[in-house]
């Protein structure tokens, strides 16, 4: 039962955050009329028990924090799935859990907790997150050495950005439906929170300002959202313009365009942005103080490899962003 109280140890820590450290009641019990935090507490409380799971009382414990993990996602979702990875996890028969199953379920869990991270909660949720990884690389291994190397870049977990500023970046933005109000760059805030890319089309050069907001900040999951936007130097004024998906037009002038990755879980996809297909509004800018601000709406569709099924149109409505400039480019 070794391995079992350390990696259930890693649950009770996944969990905390999400309650904003509370005492636990031991005397909290599951009922239909919890709120999305009740919940969560729950889900601590039956890990705290599971924790000190024994052979006599590993199936009583084990099943009631699947029951718990099931009533947090009745009342607040599973948008990532990886509360059902962990009920999957468990084999509350075989009194035995695969430590290395259920260290990737908790990795997956300190993950959301580390990409919905705002500048109060960064540094405990970072710690958080690469604690979770260390414990990966003991019960799984790290062969190539890919997850100390996000332990490495993740460094002393204070929040600074990659750029000559202080860097921020933060994007909205609803998708099919469900809002998404913590898009950030990826592996933001390693990296500068904008940047630039350029674009060599028949010998015509144009500096795109590209803005990134994706649902993860370190791996792309079979559940990422990531949005594209890329406004050559000719539109940097405030202002609303159309976007398609090319980044020049007919006559070789460059255009505002997008691109995006919905993984939704359900299968290798592509997604594609149709000509004509959105409009991106730039409400204010500043060069010197470095910081831009607007917002955008799209449609896109999505087409299967292998079956090469199209779905959609889908639309991307009430985007926000609001970036600093702070790329090198900007000095």
């Given at each position: 039962m070794k391995h079992l109280r350390i990696f259930a140890t890693v649950f009770i820590l996944t969990f905390f955050y999400n309650c904003d450290n509370e005492p636990i009641d031991p005397a909290i019990q599951i009922v239909p009329e919890f709120s999305c935090e009740d919940a969560v507490l729950?889900?601590?409380?039956?890990?705290?028990?599971?924790?000190?799971?024994?052979?006599e009382n590993f199936t009583a414990l084990c099943n009631q924090l699947s029951s718990a993990l099931e009533a947090q996602i009745s009342v607040c979702g599973d948008p990532n799935g990886s509360l059902q990875l962990t009920i999957n996890a468990l084999d509350c028969n075989a009194n035995t859990t695969d430590p290395c199953e259920v260290a990737s379920n908790v990795l997956e869990l300190a993950e959301i907790g580390f990409n919905d991270a705002d500048g109060s909660t960064y540094s405990q949720k970072c710690n958080d997150y690469k604690t979770a990884l260390q414990l990966q690389i003991s019960a799984c291994g790290d062969e190539d050495g890919s997850i100390q190397n996000i332990?490495?870049?993740l460094g002393t977990c204070v929040q600074s950005g990659g750029g000559s500023t202080d860097s921020y970046a933060l994007m909205t933005a609803n998708l099919i439906g469900e809002p998404y109000n913590n898009l950030v760059p990826f592996f933001y805030p390693l990296t500068d929170a904008t940047s630039t890319v350029t674009f060599t089309q028949d010998s015509t050069t144009e500096v795109?300002?590209?803005?990134?907001?994706?649902?993860?900040r370190t791996e792309v999951t079979v559940f990422s959202k990531e949005i594209n936007l890329y406004i050559p130097e000719s539109l940097w004024a405030v202002g609303t313009y159309g976007m398609d998906n090319d980044p020049f037009d007919d006559d070789m002038n460059p255009t505002a365009h997008y691109d995006m990755i919905y993984n939704n879980g359900d299968g290798t996809s592509q997604t594609y942005e149709p000509d004509n297909g959105g409009s991106i509004t730039i409400t204010e800018i500043d060069l010197q103080q470095r910081f831009i601000k607007g917002t955008f709406e799209f449609i896109f569709t999505r087409s299967f490899v292998g079956t090469g099924e199209e779905t959609g149109p889908f639309e991307c409505t009430d985007g926000t962003f609001n970036y600093s400039l702070?790329?090198?480019?900007?000095?």
């Amino acid at each position: 039962m070794k391995h079992l109280r350390i990696f259930a140890t890693v649950f009770i820590l996944t969990f905390f955050y999400n309650c904003d450290n509370e005492p636990i009641d031991p005397a909290i019990q599951i009922v239909p009329e919890f709120s999305c935090e009740d919940a969560v507490l729950a889900t601590a409380v039956a890990t705290n028990n599971f924790s000190s799971a024994t052979q006599e009382n590993f199936t009583a414990l084990c099943n009631q924090l699947s029951s718990a993990l099931e009533a947090q996602i009745s009342v607040c979702g599973d948008p990532n799935g990886s509360l059902q990875l962990t009920i999957n996890a468990l084999d509350c028969n075989a009194n035995t859990t695969d430590p290395c199953e259920v260290a990737s379920n908790v990795l997956e869990l300190a993950e959301i907790g580390f990409n919905d991270a705002d500048g109060s909660t960064y540094s405990q949720k970072c710690n958080d997150y690469k604690t979770a990884l260390q414990l990966q690389i003991s019960a799984c291994g790290d062969e190539d050495g890919s997850i100390q190397n996000i332990i490495d870049a993740l460094g002393t977990c204070v929040q600074s950005g990659g750029g000559s500023t202080d860097s921020y970046a933060l994007m909205t933005a609803n998708l099919i439906g469900e809002p998404y109000n913590n898009l950030v760059p990826f592996f933001y805030p390693l990296t500068d929170a904008t940047s630039t890319v350029t674009f060599t089309q028949d010998s015509t050069t144009e500096v795109f300002l590209k803005i990134q907001g994706n649902s993860n900040r370190t791996e792309v999951t079979v559940f990422s959202k990531e949005i594209n936007l890329y406004i050559p130097e000719s539109l940097w004024a405030v202002g609303t313009y159309g976007m398609d998906n090319d980044p020049f037009d007919d006559d070789m002038n460059p255009t505002a365009h997008y691109d995006m990755i919905y993984n939704n879980g359900d299968g290798t996809s592509q997604t594609y942005e149709p000509d004509n297909g959105g409009s991106i509004t730039i409400t204010e800018i500043d060069l010197q103080q470095r910081f831009i601000k607007g917002t955008f709406e799209f449609i896109f569709t999505r087409s299967f490899v292998g079956t090469g099924e199209e779905t959609g149109p889908f639309e991307c409505t009430d985007g926000t962003f609001n970036y600093s400039l702070d790329a090198p480019y900007f000095d």
